[in-house]
């Protein structure tokens, strides 16, 4: 739970909730509200501005929702509209999240992907892909009849494929522990077990309600959160994940119109049970609604995973339910059912029996069943209107490939340039 401690700068008595009117008040400089890889990465930029940096995550460590809960992929940046934030904020990662891997011997393999039409009408629709990545600075592709690719991987079954050769994977859960040594190491705390469940946006700055996670395990649904500190940002990032969009709507001041709607989509991942891996590279179909298919991934110890497939959520949730993570991540094995028909398209060879549950995340969406897919919406200043307030709703994949971007990104249009300094070495 966050140290009750005076933070630099003092605060003075503003208009409260008045649910919040017996809270102690904290002053902070940056607050991050999340500490999975992006609001880590975002913590580590802001410090290394020079910003004095208070992570602030409801779990009991870090990464523990979507960071955790995915394919490990470092994306190239190819099934993004061009000049959108996800294209270029993905291709940007890609090179910075390669660099800081090689630098810091965080484990990661360039393995390449391919894209892979089964059928006669894909090979059109592979055809458009090519064409439509040229505009994300994706230049490395290479387009390959089915026979060339069945000569790399003996296993796949293709008429036509598309060779990615910078799509990798990394260690997610060491990326992330550097991140934070990072920002700890330029003196950024992490307050882990501490919720941030409301606050109040306006012309006299932020006010952050903060409750230990405890606190929220039993808490009824309808009635008011009663917070055990307010903290005062100067600077406010919502990178919250699953529960960033209903955080926002709980932030009392701003404009709801901004606030998009969310839209959660579950997937499941199963594994490949015998030993040794058909494939020495991933293996992706096209895309599909809600994702980008049924596909073949490997991690750093050569097991096979397939996944993950799409089931939209009814919602249902509550805000605290939300903010607990408190989403259902079992695996049914009877989903599997499902898993074999599609991947026999591509490889034909599975057999009955060979796949056993393994995980599954949520995806946070802000666009849902038969929409176009939504892009990142990184929302400051110039949106909304309130000053020091950026939120990040829908960052999804590719999330974990673009965290050193956004965090760029960030740090450039938001970080007050009073506050930076350039430090070396990190």
């Not at 592709?141 to 026979?147: A, D, P, T, V």
Request: glycine share 10%.
């Amino acid at each position: 739970m966050l140290p009750l401690r005076r933070l630099p700068g003092a605060c003075r008595q503003r208009g409260l909730a008045r649910f919040a009117a017996g809270a102690p008040r904290e002053a902070a400089d940056a607050v991050v509200v999340g500490a999975g890889a992006v609001g880590l990465a975002v913590a580590r930029a802001l410090a290394m501005a020079g910003r004095e940096v208070l992570v602030v995550e409801s779990a009991s460590s870090f990464g523990t929702g979507t960071s955790s809960r995915n394919s490990e992929v470092i994306h190239a940046g190819i099934y993004y509209p061009p000049r959108s934030l996800k294209a270029s904020l993905c291709v940007r990662g890609k090179e910075m999240l390669y660099k800081y891997c090689a630098e810091r011997d965080i484990p990661h393999k360039r393995l390449g992907k391919l894209i892979v039409a089964t059928g006669a009408a894909e090979t059109a629709k592979l055809d458009m892909l090519l064409e439509s990545v040229k505009g994300n600075g994706v230049d490395d592709l290479q387009m390959m009849e089915g026979s060339q690719a069945m000569e790399m991987e003996p296993e796949l079954r293709c008429l036509k494929a598309l060779l990615s050769p910078s799509t990798g994977i990394v260690d997610s859960h060491s990326f992330m522990l550097s991140l934070l040594a990072d920002a700890e190491n330029l003196g950024s705390t992490i307050s882990y077990n501490t919720a941030v469940v409301g606050g109040h946006v306006g012309n006299e700055g932020i006010e952050l309600h903060i409750s230990e996670s405890k606190v929220l395990e039993n808490h009824s649904v309808g009635s008011p959160v009663l917070p055990q500190i307010v903290l005062l940002p100067k600077l406010l990032i919502n990178s919250a994940g699953l529960s960033a969009v209903p955080l926002a709507k709980r932030l009392h001041g701003l404009d709801q119109a901004f606030v998009p709607p969310a839209y959660y989509a579950r997937g499941c991942y199963f594994t490949l049970s015998q030993t040794k891996s058909p494939f020495s590279h991933l293996i992706y179909p096209l895309p599909e609604d809600g994702g980008i298919g049924v596909h073949v991934t490997l991690d750093l110890h050569g097991l096979v995973r397939f996944g993950p497939d799409v089931e939209w959520l009814d919602g249902g949730i509550d805000d605290i339910s939300c903010f607990l993570n408190g989403f259902d991540y079992s695996v049914k094995p009877t989903r599997c059912s499902g898993f074999y028909s599609v991947i026999r398209k591509y490889f034909p060879n599975l057999k009955d029996g060979s796949l056993e549950p393994g995980y599954s995340g949520i995806r946070p969406k802000l666009s849902g069943p038969g929409q176009r897919p939504s892009d990142f919406v990184i929302q400051g200043e110039d949106v909304h209107g309130i000053p020091g307030l950026v939120n990040l709703f829908g960052i999804e994949s590719p999330g974990l490939t673009s965290s050193l971007a956004i965090a760029e990104y960030i740090v450039s249009r938001y970080n007050n340039t009073r506050f930076s300094i350039n430090r070396e070495g990190l």
